[in-house]
């Protein structure tokens, strides 16, 4: 059974940084083919695609609003994905999510993806 479990958030000021870890069990990264994505969603809004990763290639993905700010990555020996955020704004405040979902293609379309963990709050003040 896929299971993901997020840590890193917390409150930032504005200009700071913060990183997001997710720990993936139930698939490996070395043997199996996983897209691993970071969506946030902020209260009253819809979820967005932040960010992806291929756990086969390593390929990435961005949303438009954190391209060149954010970094995602991962470490194959941890099984976990990181998110690396820098000159966080205000309106980067949500709970991010990880999630998962079997394949190679990188995609942040949040219905097509079968994982989720619980979400952890980051809140960037001005």
């Known amino acids: 059974e896929v299971h993901l479990v997020e840590s890193g958030g917390g409150l930032v000021q504005a200009g700071g940084s913060l990183r997001l870890s997710c720990a993936a069990s139930?698939?490996?990264?070395?043997?199996?083919?996983?897209?691993i994505a970071w969506f946030r969603q902020a209260p009253g809004k819809e979820r967005e695609g932040v960010s992806c990763?291929?756990?086969?290639?390593?390929?990435?993905e961005y949303g438009d609003s954190v391209k060149g700010r954010f970094t995602i990555s991962k470490d194959n020996t941890k099984n976990t994905v990181y998110l690396q955020m820098n000159m966080l704004k205000p309106e980067d405040t949500a709970v991010y999510y990880c999630a998962a979902d079997k394949g190679t293609i990188t995609l942040m379309l949040p219905g097509i993806y079968d994982h989720w963990g619980q979400g952890t709050q980051v809140t960037v003040s001005s």
């Open positions: 990763i291929s756990s086969y290639d390593g390929s990435t």
């Open positions: 139930g698939f490996t990264f070395d043997d199996d083919d996983y897209i």
